[in-house]
């Protein structure tokens, strides 16, 4: 069962022919980021390529994978997109239609294969838009727009952030997408970023106690070494873990150690209002010195200036 935050609640139909098969964490898509230079309208979106942070993930597969990378959409025109994603041919998409929730564009993959997207404007800021697709098995979220130039930061930013993290492991297919919330704060003066940026809320998994008897897994994350440059910010990512075995009782404080870790985000419109951006890593869990499980985890987040 997909879980997504209130902000992230949009999401269409993803056919399994995308070809992402031949795809690999860290592979990006150089795309020049478009600058925010005012008031933005949805015209001002035509004729512009945007570079996307996504995360793709598979829940429920033992051999799932999940990843965030960079990838872009083009405006051809109002009513016509071209989707790029790393490891895929690029997917031309056509406006299908429209709700409270966003824009539809379907197209087809490998000349046959449908696939829909969902663009949704943040009430908050016209100068940044959520992009998703879904489907029992793969899943896309992402996020583009007009970016703050450096110059147009405020001397600092506090931000609350709502995501979603993916986990998959080796023969274990209880993981599903989990959605959470969290707070970044920016110093962009002294050109730091800090802060728990996803405090995800509890999945179900069996790892210890019954194994007839579901586990609820609770992961936070939190953005270490961050360092805002002229592109955004990067850093690298913490991770503290807790398990209430068999559901009940008071909650169990894991020990872990991280691998592969990265965070990588910008900021988006009028005095950098809004921010977003992905984060990856591999998290081992440990229970009394013997290990759990190895995870992959990879997630987006997203949010508004507050401060």
């Known amino acids: 069962m997909l879980r997504l935050s209130p902000t992230l609640r949009v999401f269409g139909v993803l056919a399994a022919g995308l070809g992402l098969t031949g795809c690999g964490g860290g592979e990006t898509l150089i795309v020049q980021p478009q600058e925010f230079t005012g008031p933005v309208s949805a015209a001002d979106y035509v004729g512009r390529t945007f570079p996307v942070f996504v995360v793709i993930g598979e829940s429920g597969d033992p051999s799932a994978r999940t990843f965030a990378s960079e990838g872009s ?13 790393p490891g895929s041919s690029p997917v031309t998409l056509t406006r299908s239609g429209s709700s409270d929730l966003g824009t539809t564009y379907s197209g087809l993959t490998n000349g046959s294969d449908p696939v829909t997207v969902l663009i949704s404007d943040v009430a908050s800021t016209d100068a940044f838009r959520l992009v998703s697709t879904a489907d029992t098995d793969l899943t896309l979220l992402g996020g583009f727009g007009f970016e703050t130039a450096v110059a147009d930061r405020p001397a600092s930013g506090t931000y609350s952030t709502v995501g979603n993290v993916f986990l998959t492991a ?13 707070t970044l704060s920016a110093d962009f003066t002294n050109s730091t970023i800090s802060g728990q940026f996803l405090d995800a809320d509890p999945v179900s998994v069996r790892l210890a106690g019954d194994p007839a008897t579901l586990d609820d897994l609770t992961l936070r994350y939190t953005l270490e070494n961050g360092v805002i440059n002229s592109g955004g910010f990067r850093g690298e990512v913490g991770v503290s873990a807790e398990l209430v075995v068999d559901g009940s009782g008071p909650p169990q404080v894991l020990g872990t150690t991280v691998n592969g870790d990265s965070v990588e985000g910008s900021f988006y419109g009028e005095a950098a209002e809004f921010t977003a951006g992905t984060f990856e890593a591999a998290v081992r869990l440990i229970d009394s010195d013997s290990t759990l499980v190895d995870l992959d985890t990879a997630g987006f987040v997203s949010g508004a200036r507050t401060g």
């Open 73 to 85: 959409i083009t405006y051809n025109s109002a009513t016509s997109l071209v989707l790029r994603l």
């Open 170 to 182: 080796e023969n274990v297919g209880d993981f599903s997408p989990a959605a959470g919330t969290g």
